[in-house]
């Protein structure tokens, strides 16, 4: 007999337990019929090209700490705190809710004694951080709602249904405390405290009445809420989980390889069911919070993308609706004769526009809380639009010029070393041992205001007496903009191989990069072709030699700088100290932090092709430009050539040439010496 706890299914009719498993069953067969027809769904898609189960106590972890942890949710103060309450009290009160059904199925005694009262008050504590959250969610969705959170009724109306379902359960416990005053009743202590407000002087038959009506329609709200699930918002409790799970294992800067290029007839995406299974399960995964779409510079320039939008587009594409059945969408029937029209998904349904306004920063994949990979759906539609030929002229035309003339700027090959003019440079090809291979890149070789980055570069190397070569002549584009562009073939099959050959032929081991984009296909997309080099970006090399003194700056340069963190030295490669170790090394350099720096900076638009492609809207570099001379500098950093090119294009644009420079660290350290 117990001597604390209380008799479950109490005041119900033995019947209740045998309606209540039968509804139960029928619930589960929804779900598991709602499920399936998803699976169906993710199968439409393509077979993964990447192993998604290695490393599974990395993702287990990854699991634990995103998915179970909320830890990117969290990095919005109240949206994050109002999803915490509602996430951690939907465990706690599922668990609660086990418990209860172990002990009533397998007529084991474990809700008594202390252990009850601790259950108990749980269960109260929970059911009110419940709907401390539902409410913080209704007020933030109806009343402060941020901009990136859609506006569709079903997230609301399952909101609404959580509280109810909140609201019920703690009506029950009122109802059973004012007709039984059982001695814990003040664990209970909201349900104790309403007991004699909402029960008081009410006749036991009536109050035993009431209890068995708010049973039931607890029931039948928890029941409906739970057959739900697979067919609304809330599925994302599951498909979130997976999608952080089965998160890549490439590293952060690395697309998503063809194998087989030669062999592949569909490289990229023309129709949704291109999308790999793992992508359609992601796009399925999207709780619709609009992160990615606060945190992109495309938009906020007023650009025609939404990385959110990509992904509820494709995902409405899977035209899944609440009864869990495959079905063209209503925009996709023609009205005058009912029959299904096709869209074609990468231009009607998906904008050029707005994948072609992609800069491929990171910034919205940093901040997803499922770790959806947007950058990789965007290249892989820009894959289909190479193959299909369906680009934009500007592409079309840096494509040809990378495919000529084997840089993006179109200009012959003998011109890449004009900017050794002068300097005893050593090459390759005349040098019979160096540790580095220094490799200039196109922007440094070509792009006049970089040819003095590259001056300054190179006299650091000789003051700091490291031994280097450059390829001079045999070096050409390492492919960077190609591939995010689309042209995985031209990227794979032209300059991988060529920079390979040559590689080898002078054995190098280690490799020295003026430009974040060479450094990060160095780093992370080469090895996926055989290439395995070690690869230092000049600003953790100059860092490096300032603290072995090999590098000594002592001439002060007193200049207020706004340091940028171009994203792929940073977001992509984690790379935020170095650069601003080698600026303090510099008597005089004061450093003004934007408000948007180290992992949440803001992209100067350069990236992902932007070099090379025009799009509607305001200029990011000119946003970016304005945070800088919001902190009161005077000059802007940069570690990166696209990114200097794009300052010196802001600076202009605001006739500012004469009070605000544009920088490389290489040469203010050089100015310093």
């Not at 039968?22 to 769904?41: D, K, Q, S």
């Not at 007020?139 to 997230?155: A, M, Q, S, W, Y």
């Not at 359609?280 to 939008?309: I, V």
């Not at 963190?565 to 090394?585: K, M, T, V």
């Amino acid at each position: 007999m117990k001597t604390i706890g209380r008799e479950i299914l109490w005041n119900l009719p033995h019947a209740a337990a045998i309606i209540m498993y039968a509804l139960f069953g029928g619930v589960m067969l929804v779900i598991a019929w709602g499920v399936y027809r998803r699976v169906e769904a993710y199968r439409l898609g393509r077979t993964e090209r990447e192993n998604r189960f290695d490393d599974l106590r990395g993702r287990l972890r990854d699991t634990v700490r995103l998915a179970l942890g909320q830890q990117r949710v969290l990095h919005r103060k109240f949206g994050g705190l109002v999803h915490l309450c509602v996430f951690s009290a939907f465990i706690v009160l599922f668990i609660v809710t086990c418990l209860v059904a172990v002990e009533y199925d397998l007529g084991l005694r474990i809700l008594d004694g202390n252990f009850y009262i601790v259950f108990k008050l749980f269960a109260e504590s929970f059911g009110a951080v419940l709907l401390l959250g539902v409410a913080g969610a209704l007020v933030r969705r109806i009343v402060f709602r941020p901009p990136g959170l859609t506006k569709e009724n079903d997230d609301t109306l399952q909101l609404l249904l959580i509280g109810a379902i909140g609201v019920t359960g703690f009506l029950i416990e009122t109802a059973r405390i004012a007709a039984t005053h059982p001695a814990i009743a003040p664990i209970s202590f909201i349900s104790n405290s309403l007991a004699p407000v909402l029960f008081g002087g009410m006749p036991l038959p009536e109050i035993l009445s009431v209890h068995k009506g708010l049973w039931w329609t607890h029931l039948l709200i928890a029941f409906g809420f739970l057959a739900s699930l697979p067919f609304t918002k809330m599925i994302h409790m599951g498909t979130g989980t997976a999608s952080v799970f089965l998160r890549t294992s490439r590293p952060k800067g690395a697309l998503q390889p063809i194998p087989n290029i030669e062999e592949e007839e569909n490289p990229g995406v023309a129709a949704v069911t291109d999308f790999s299974w793992k992508q359609l399960l992601s796009a399925d995964g999207c709780t619709k919070c609009g992160r990615c779409q606060d945190e992109c510079p495309a938009f906020a320039a007023e650009m025609p993308l939404s990385p959110r939008d990509v992904v509820l587009k494709t995902k409405d594409q899977l035209g899944l609706d609440l009864y869990g059945s495959l079905v063209p969408s209503a925009t996709n029937v023609d009205k005058a004769t009912g029959k299904r029209v096709v869209p074609d998904f990468v231009r009607e349904v998906l904008n050029p526009e707005e994948i072609w306004a992609c800069t491929t920063c990171r910034a919205c994949m940093q901040a997803c809380p499922v770790m959806i990979e947007h950058i990789d759906m965007i290249v892989d539609v820009r894959r289909g639009y190479v193959a299909a030929s369906k680009v934009p002229d500007t592409v079309k035309t840096a494509l040809r010029k990378m495919g000529d003339t084997g840089n993006p700027w179109g200009l012959p090959q003998d011109d890449r070393i004009a900017w050794a003019e002068g300097l005893d440079v050593p090459f390759a090809a005349e040098t019979k041992e160096f540790e580095y291979l220094y490799w200039v890149g196109c922007a440094g070789a070509y792009d006049p205001r970089n040819q003095k980055v590259t001056r300054a570069i190179v006299s650091l190397l000789h003051r700091a007496g490291v031994s280097y070569a450059t390829l001079g002549l045999e070096e050409m584009c390492c492919g960077e903009s190609a591939r995010r562009m689309g042209e995985e073939g031209l990227f794979q099959l032209g300059m991988v191989e060529m920079v390979k050959e040559v590689f080898a032929g002078y054995k190098v081991k280690k490799v020295i990069t003026q430009c974040p984009h060479c450094f990060n296909t160095f780093r992370n997309e080469y090895p996926q072709f055989g290439v395995n080099v070690e690869v230092v970006h000049h600003s953790v090399l100059l860092r490096d030699l300032i603290a072995q003194g090999k590098l000594s700056p002592r001439k002060a340069n007193n200049v207020a700088l706004a340091f940028h963190d171009s994203c792929y030295l940073g977001r992509h490669n984690d790379i935020y100290d170095a650069p601003r170790e080698a600026l303090a090394a510099i008597p005089g350099v004061t450093i003004n932090e934007m408000g948007k720096n180290r992992e949440e900076g803001f992209c100067c638009g350069a990236g992902g092709g932007g070099m090379w492609t025009d799009s509607p809207g305001k200029r990011i570099n000119h946003l970016r430009f304005g945070q800088a001379m919001a902190t009161g500098a005077n000059a802007v950093g940069s570690a990166c050539p696209y990114c200097l090119i794009m300052f010196d294009d802001a600076i202009k644009y605001n006739n500012l040439d004469d009070s605000v420079q544009a920088k490389d660290i290489a040469e203010l350290v050089a100015e310093s010496l």
